[in-house]
């Protein structure tokens, strides 16, 4: 269904609300969404749903103008990513952003996840950005972020193995009472390497920062 500038669509229960500009291709026998800007404001909302063994991408767009700030920090919807999930639930699940010129190339909101792979590539700000969610990341990959490869809040974070190269602000920014633990994380290149503010707690058992 289509309304003024939105379209919805529903894949195997994983319910998508996204621009129009936004292309969908995906396989349900090798549980591989993809999905295509064509352009740089285009994103894409994953919302009310459950999601196992999926492998989710979106590749993002550059412009001549991708290096000047976006038009509006706010989508359509009120948020801030190119890939958002909100009130969903995942479970041994990809999920892959190149390109992304959003203010968060990925976003959690209110959303639990367990098994988790992440790789973020090319990000105009926050790579990673997580509120109000529990999440258990087996893998977090993040490299060239213009802001903070990984930032989260009002949650609990647990992450097994992460690599964070070339942040432009923090490495990761844990704030609003939030818990984070790590088992390892390689950081390289950032302004700041992690930082735990407004009563959150951060464990790291292993870091190695250059």
Known sequence: TRITGIKQISINGIKLRMSNGMSVKYSLKEKSLVLNQTKP????????????GWTISL???IT????????????????????????AELRD????????????SLNFINTNGRKIAIRIHNSYADAVDADFSS??????HVSNAGNDCFDVSSGKYV???SKLLRCGDK??????KSYFEANKILLKDALVGISAKDFSRAFVKSLNVE
């Open 41 to 52: 404001t285009d994103w894409v909302l994953i919302h009310n749903s459950y999601i196992s």
């Open 135 to 140: 999440l258990d990341i087996e893998h977090l």
């Open 159 to 161: 992450v097994a193995v």
């Open 171 to 176: 490495g990761v920014s844990v704030g609003e």
């Open 93 to 104: 699940t990809s999920l892959f952003v190149n390109n992304g010129q959003c203010e968060d």
């Open 64 to 87: 001549n103008s991708s290096t000047s700030a976006p038009k509006q920090r706010l989508n359509a919807q009120g948020l801030t990513g190119c890939l958002t999930f909100y009130n």
């Open 59 to 61: 590749n993002g767009i």
